[in-house]
């Protein structure tokens, strides 16, 4: 089978994923990396003595990923059948409060870089900038100054030569240097390898709703540092997320309330982009299901085919739990942890184009109740399969004692589905990311220090359907602005149809976002992307309204508030760095 892929699909498989000889030149055709992946993952099937044959599931891997139904997460096209053999995406370390801590959990984080991941941690442990330190007599330098160490640290990093480290730095709201932490990426350049996130209890958010004073805690020897307005820290948190889209809010109480495993530990923090909440020096592998190859019918009227969706989710479950079985974790504790709970992250990616597709506007209430249905069944579907894996292999080790040892039927994976950014997955696929909006009509995207041109590939067959041409100088126009609702001449369905990410009610993205996460086990990466005049009261509803609705975290971007941007039509996305 040969890969239907679009000339940046192919470009960037060139130039980051496909196998090269010591010159640089490239010896490995796109069907030649899914057969290597196919192959690898399935030699799993031989360590069970139940199952089918491994060469039956080879084949079945391979053609869900050269029709692009399904992708497995970057490290694992780069790394499977290779010499590195690491295919894990995302990794949470643990940083105590001492200098050998801190220094080897950063050689642990060099470690996993190098391999591929990317990195995770809480710097809440670390005591306060000023704080007597006994052993030295001297003042400690307090979190900030460490997430710097270890940014430069990313920086010197080349993983493999495919990419650098991603990182998320996560600090809760009650450590005392929470507000330089807020501010610490104001200047545009600065931690360019870290996302930055605080950590918010339901404390601090009732004390926010009832504008009451919050303590901020020496986290070294347990003593109240100061007290602050609660409303004081969360408007300048919510001021900085305007101003440059930094921090994201991550809700510590909603996470660890949905804990799988909390006889384990408390999980402090997430992957880079934030859709995994992973307990220290765990690891999850995550794959996505491209939902505009789960469709029947002729657009714009398609509807879904819950059949070929059922077998994508129980095909994509097996896949990920043979990935955990032949990885090769970096450390012996992630091994530990990761083999203990084979967490996996199976997700969905071009929900925007299964939107256009079926005729449902994004800012359609329809879209909310759509994008609820398909993960109810994903994740009922994803409940099944690792089930009838636990039968078939055995449930996952951690299970007894776990938040699900009560369940009738036990599990294979203590965590079975997240929603992930698919950033470079979602180019290979050809399909808009995740369950974010479309970003624009036609955008250029920056990659590899290139860039791409994008138009989306339903506009001109949407069209043609209304008896409309494009015509050169209108196809400009658009690439212009990436939109074509003010476009005067586009007919009206079509204009209704390709609502854009800027476009969409900020409300509306929490909502859609908040349906998925009601039906997903580990969290939901999405970046509401704001209109240049969205007000600093439109970033502090969304955020309220992200925490009433249960997300386990919210991010947001406002167009034109950085000089650097990932994508443009002049526009932009607002994470600086994503694994996916």
Known sequence: MNADLTDNARYVLQNRYLGKEPDGSVVEAPEDMFARVAA?????????????????????????????????????????????????????????????????????AAQIHQSGGGTGFSFSHLRPSGSYIATSGGAASGPVSF????????????????????????????????????????????????????????????????DEPFALVNPHDGRVAATLPAREVFDAIVRSAWQNGEPGLVFLDVINAQNPTPQLGEILATNPCGEAPLLPYESCVLGSINLAHTLSGEAPACTIHWGTLRRLVHLGVRFLDDLITVTRHPLPQIAEITEGNRKVGLGVMGFADMLIRMGIPYDAPEAVATGEEVMAFVSQEADLASEALAEERGLFPNFAGSALADRPRPLRNAVRTTIAPTGTISIIAGCSGGIEPIFAVAFERRVLGTTLKEVHPDLAPLCRREGFELTDELMQRILSTGCVRPIGGVPEPVRRLFVTSREVPPLQHVEVQAAFQRHTDNAVSKTLNLPADSTVDDVRDIYLRAYQLGCKGITVYRDASRKSQVLAVECCSRRDVCID
């Open 40 to 108: 690898n993952v399935a030699s799993a099937e031989a360590h069970y003595e139940r199952g089918p044959a491994p060469e039956e599931v080879e084949g079945a891997f391979f053609e869900a990923m050269a029709s692009l139904a399904f992708l497995p997460n970057s490290p694992c096209l780069m790394n499977a059948g290779r010499r590195l053999q690491q295919l894990c995406a995302c990794f949470v370390l643990d940083v105590q409060d001492s200098i050998d801590s801190i220094f080897e959990t950063l050689k642990h």
């Open 147 to 210: 997430i710097r160490v270890f940014n430069q640290a990313t920086e010197a990093i080349n993983q493999g030569g495919f990419r650098r480290g991603a990182n998320m730095a996560v600090l809760r709201v009650d450590h005392p240097d929470v507000l330089e932490f807020v501010r610490c990426k104001h200047e545009e350049g600065s931690l360019v390898n870290f996302n930055i996130s605080v950590g918010i209890t339901d404390r601090f958010m009732e004390a926010v709703r009832k």
